[in-house]
């Protein structure tokens, strides 16, 4: 058994989750909130923080108003880090999937009755994680949840889960902040440049920090160069592929697949700021020909989420075989 975090945390997370937050509250006070429930919202605006923060809201003995009380017993444990009837779900180490045999675990935590006498809490993060015998197995738990057990799912992807998975739970869907509210948040943070790193994130204000703290800007200019560098014939393509392979398959597809959904934007968007000098390379071809090559990048991109073991090697050569027949003549 895991805990999420080692304290509280602020409830609702961010600003610009109060509505939602508000409304899952007062169902919570009503007695009339489901014992499913799978929050869902775009990646890197804070569904995973949202997910916590109501796990830990609803194992609180005596919230007051819409947050935690922070003083209860069960707010102690949680502060404490050792709460025992919480639950998360996630991937194991060294795995991009959450297998059947976590749900089996599960399942024996299920079984047990809650040590502190009230509900139960388990996390599944993120949810479309899970591979097809994992969901099936957990759809059995959502079916017929014992006693006062609550699942809460986070997933910024929900269109990978099953349809049955999605119709045992309700929806809780987060709205992504104002650029002002991001903006805002991130100045709070002390984030420089927040306006280019915020276009970078596509307008995703958690990202910004997580790519700050992990210096993934610094890896993505690198990765625009290498390509540019390649384009213009100033490289060759064994060098370049080198190069990425070392970066890795899943920062390479994610940013091609940023710069070419970029690119094709333009045409209604002209006056976005630019985030790249590839982008603007991307922009300046057909359109037709960039979606053909968005629309493989997202095939890569889906074969590499699904667990498998791809060849880093081929798939990067693959994918600038195809960048440079977009550049050709």
Request: some cysteine; glycine content about 6%.
């Amino acid at each position: 058994m895991t805990n999420p975090v080692p304290s509280l945390l602020p409830q609702p997370p961010m600003p610009w989750l109060l509505p939602a937050w508000q409304k899952i509250a007062a169902a919570s006070q009503r007695g009339s909130l489901a014992q499913g429930l799978l929050v869902t919202g775009l990646d890197g605006i804070g569904v995973l923080e949202f997910a916590r923060a109501l796990g830990q809201f609803l194992l609180c003995d005596a919230p007051v108003e819409s947050a935690s009380c922070g003083v209860c017993r069960s707010c102690q444990l949680l502060v404490a880090g050792n709460h025992p009837d919480i639950y998360v779900l996630k991937p194991e180490e060294d795995s991009a999937v959450i297998k059947v045999q976590q749900i089996r675990t599960l399942s024996e935590f299920m079984a047990n009755t809650a040590q502190q006498g009230g509900r139960k809490v388990i996390i599944v993060e993120p949810a479309d994680a899970m591979n097809s015998n994992a969901a099936n197995a957990l759809l059995k738990n959502l079916e017929e949840p014992i006693g006062e057990t609550f699942f809460v799912l986070a997933s910024s992807h929900p269109s990978r889960l099953l349809a049955t998975i999605k119709s045992r739970c309700s929806r809780v869907v987060l709205t992504p902040p104002t650029k002002a509210q991001a903006l805002e948040w991130l100045a709070s943070h002390q984030v420089k440049d927040a306006e280019l790193s915020l276009a970078q994130a596509n307008g995703a204000p958690l990202r910004v920090l997580e790519w700050l703290n992990s210096r993934y800007l610094e890896s993505s200019l690198s990765l625009a160069d290498h390509l540019i560098k390649l384009i213009e014939g100033q490289t060759s393509a064994s060098a370049a592929s080198k190069s990425l392979t070392t970066m890795g398959v899943p920062l390479v597809l994610e940013r091609l697949i940023f710069w070419a959904q970029q690119a094709m934007s333009r045409r209604w968007l002209p006056n976005r700021p630019r985030t790249s000098a590839l982008e603007q390379l991307l922009s300046e071809r057909s359109p037709q020909a960039v979606h053909l090559f968005y629309e493989s990048l997202l095939r890569k991109r889906a074969l590499q989420l699904s667990g498998n073991n791809l060849n880093a090697g081929l798939v990067i050569d693959e994918t600038l075989i195809e960048l440079a027949a977009l550049f050709k003549g």
